[in-house]
């Protein structure tokens, strides 16, 4: 049997949209995924639905799967031929045992690639509004482990650094964090040199005090801030007010459920976040195609013969010439029809088939379609609107007031998704 091959890719500190091209690329060709705890949930998106989905825990001191047992996993997967994604939180070389995963795989055989991660250590200060490295600051950056094992106490590399010298940047060490500053305090650094701590970077919930070696602990502390989080120590911190783009965004801290139907809310959901809000897509309803299809059918049969066809939504456009698609025919079919789109996204939606509205109201609404058309003499004329099941009838009477003959078919229907309401738990 041929042997797989083990990705170790690195899942970026939390926003997914810090994934890199090459990550995803892998996720979309796993068979096996093993994950971390600090991966947005998000990514296994990307993931085959057929995949085997392993979770692999590490909240601190409480393992899910031992770094032995996540070993044994990568090699004995591997070995049954299948690729095999080890998904780990930030970059999988800083810090995050992924070296010793490489030196089990390369012991055993095993082909393995590693995909480097955007690292928490710089990206977590970065969506603080603090460089790691300023010109005018520092001339090095230290990222340490505030989380030593217990045996190698006394080698801590930081004791030798010159104070003020180098931007710290302490990893795993929220727990530690009173005895990191007195320690180094006691090392000689200035009391006074500024600290962040930053948890959850990256992500909505985004908290990040700052203080100094002398107070930075107590004021944690206070705010109660927790796991995961990033300390950084220096005079860089100090840039942080009128740089903490994250932060001063408008929606920041403010969570927001997108109601709309799932594959719709997408540019919705992207334009929240980007405002940075935290979004959570909630679809109260589904479009499905209408129950009795005939009347759709038999309307896009006779479609060449119709004076104007009337689109009020992006899905009626989508339902209807899918349809007409499915037929065989394309816009040829609708030449000597002339097009209304109640909107710019209707416009939008009609433009991806080939087809351009004639008409797009100021006022995205029946009444605005219907004074837009005020100009147009509709007496006698055919029109096809190609709508949903629910709908006001405010448009097809001002049309029919109008002298139109107009033809009402149900393009879709809108119903209430399956849910298991797991998006609602995490409110
Ligand atoms: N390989 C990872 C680090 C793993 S060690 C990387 O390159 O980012 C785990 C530590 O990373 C946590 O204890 C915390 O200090 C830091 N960390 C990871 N994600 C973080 C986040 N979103 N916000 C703050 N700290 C984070």
């Given at each position: 049997m041929t ?11 939390g926003?997914p949209?810090?994934l890199?091209?090459?990550?995803r ?9 093993v ?6 949930a ?10 085997e ?9 409480r393992h ?13 997967r591997?070995?049954a031929?299948?690729?095999v ?8 070389f ?8 490489a030196?089990v795989?390369a ?9 480097p ?8 200060p970065?969506?603080a ?16 482990t ?20 180098a ?21 000689g650094?200035d ?12 992500t909505?919930?985004?908290?990040t ?9 107590r004021r944690?502390?206070a705010?109660g ?25 408008p929606l ?5 459920v997108?109601?709309r139907?799932?594959?719709q ?43 104007w066809?009337?689109?009020?939504s992006?899905?009626?456009?989508a ?5 007409l ?47 837009a ?5 509709l007496a ?7 709508r949903?099941?629910?709908?006001r ?25 399956q ?6 738990r995490?409110?």
């Amino acid at each position: 049997m041929t042997v797989g091959k083990v990705y170790l890719v690195g899942a970026g500190p939390g926003d997914p949209g810090l994934l890199t091209l090459k990550g995803r690329a892998c996720l979309e060709k796993a068979e096996v995924v093993v994950y971390d705890r600090l991966v947005d949930a998000r990514l296994l998106r990307y993931v085959p639905p057929d995949a085997e989905l392993i979770y692999a825990g590490k909240a601190p001191g409480r393992h899910t799967l031992g770094q032995e047992a996540i070993n044994a996993l990568l090699v004995a997967r591997a070995r049954a031929g299948k690729v095999v994604v080890r998904l780990k939180g930030g970059d999988p070389f800083v810090f995050g045992r992924g070296g010793e995963e490489a030196e089990v795989l390369a012991a055993y055989g095993i082909p393995f690639e590693v995909v480097p991660g955007v690292t928490a250590a710089v990206a977590v200060p970065a969506y603080a509004g603090i460089p790691v490295t300023h010109r005018r600051f520092n001339d090095s950056l230290v990222i340490i482990t505030g989380h030593e094992e217990p045996e190698r106490q006394t080698r801590l590399s930081w004791d030798g650094l010159a104070p003020g010298a180098a931007t710290l940047v302490f990893l795993m060490g929220r727990q530690n964090l009173a005895a990191i500053c007195a320690r180094l305090v006691a090392r000689g650094w200035d009391a006074a040199t500024p600290v962040a701590v930053i948890e959850r970077g990256t992500t909505p919930e985004q908290r990040t005090v700052v203080g100094t070696l002398a107070d930075i602990a107590r004021r944690a502390a206070a705010a109660g801030v927790g796991h995961p989080a990033v300390i950084v120590v220096g005079k860089v911190v100090g840039l942080r007010p009128g740089l903490a783009w994250r932060e001063e965004a408008p929606l920041f801290g403010r969570r927001i459920v997108v109601t709309r139907a799932a594959g719709q809310a997408c540019g919705l959901a992207e334009a929240l976040e980007a405002s940075g809000a935290a979004v959570v897509e909630f679809p109260t309803i589904a479009l499905v195609p209408p129950r009795d299809p005939r009347p759709l059918e038999a309307a896009v049969d006779r479609a060449g013969s119709y004076d104007w066809l009337i689109f009020t939504s992006a899905n009626g456009v989508a339902m209807f010439c899918a349809r007409l698609w499915a037929r065989g025919w394309d816009g040829r079919a609708l030449a000597r029809a002339r097009i209304a789109a109640i909107g710019a996204a209707t416009a939008r939606a009609l433009r991806t088939w080939g087809l351009r509205a004639d008409v797009v109201p100021q006022q995205y609404q029946a009444e605005g379609l219907l004074a837009a058309l005020a100009g147009e003499e509709l007496a006698g004329k055919r029109v096809l609107w190609p709508r949903a099941a629910v709908v006001r009838p405010v448009l097809a009477t001002g049309l029919r007031a109008r002298g139109a003959v107009v033809d009402e078919v149900v393009a879709y229907e809108t119903v209430m998704p399956q849910t298991d309401g797991s998006s609602l738990r995490s409110l």
